[in-house]
């Protein structure tokens, strides 16, 4: 696998050199934040016997990590491309809470969590639009995501990964990136499980990063 993704690159950017297509190339450090609590306090109204969220967590979660990405533009001039990402992180904290209900009572136990308490990989690819404004441009890729976080033990994540970004060059090839990056974790498909898929699986990310990027061709 390792000589196949070298054998391509090597045929990808004489390839991007030649043809007046670019290749851009971002290292980025960010924070993001996920959580499937959408209000403060957790709500409440569910029956004890509802699968989803009285049986489940909610989860908040606050994460460190890093990217790589790879745009590219077969045209000079062009404000569409495709895009490719790979991105890992770490939670700084990671709190899960339970409902439970006594009578008409609920109310939330703080828990250990017992999913996605360990490293996110995400990886993800789609288009990227562009508009450009001389010294600086804006971008925004727009990717079907694949991702876990437990090393992919339990299942497969699938969701949309937007990650819109202001490029500014110091020169002709390099530039310093920062923008915001959301991510919806729509649909998780369990490994190991009588049920294909985890019912009413929603998660959401966001956050913000920076980075450093280059640009190959043009």
């Known amino acids: 696998m390792k000589r196949a993704f070298i054998a391509v690159l090597m045929l990808l950017v004489p390839a991007l050199l030649f043809s007046g297509a670019w290749m ?3 290292a980025s450090f960010g924070y993001w934040y ?3 609590a959408f209000s403060s306090p957790l709500p409440n109204g569910y029956g004890a016997d509802e699968s989803y ?3 489940g967590e909610f989860i908040k979660r606050h994460d460190i990590g890093g990217s790589l990405s790879l ?5 000079d001039g062009a404000r569409t491309g495709v895009s490719a990402a790979a991105a890992a992180s770490y939670p700084l904290s990671s709190t899960a809470f339970r ?13 250990e969590p017992t ?34 976080f437990d090393c992919f033990s339990s299942g ?9 970004a202001v490029n500014v060059f110091f020169t002709e090839d390099l530039y310093f990136s920062a923008g ?9 498909f369990l490994f190991g499980s009588e049920k294909v898929y985890d019912e009413g699986y929603i998660k959401l990310s966001i956050g913000g990063f920076v980075g450093l990027g280059v640009r190959i061709g043009g």
């Open 24 to 26: 851009d190339a971002r």
């Open 71 to 75: 745009d590219i533009y077969f045209s």
């Open 99 to 111: 409902p439970d209900k006594i009578g008409e009572v609920w109310t939330y136990d703080e828990i």
């Open 156 to 164: 497969l994540i699938f969701g949309v990964w937007v990650e819109p």
């Open 115 to 148: 999913a996605e308490k360990d490293a996110e990989l995400r990886f993800g690819f789609g288009p990227v639009f562009r508009f450009d404004m001389g010294d600086a441009e804006i971008i925004l890729p727009i990717r079907l995501s694949v991702g876990t």
């Open 34 to 36: 996920t959580t499937n």
């Open 180 to 188: 915001i990056t959301y991510n919806a974790n729509l649909m998780k």
């Open 53 to 55: 969220p009285a049986t």
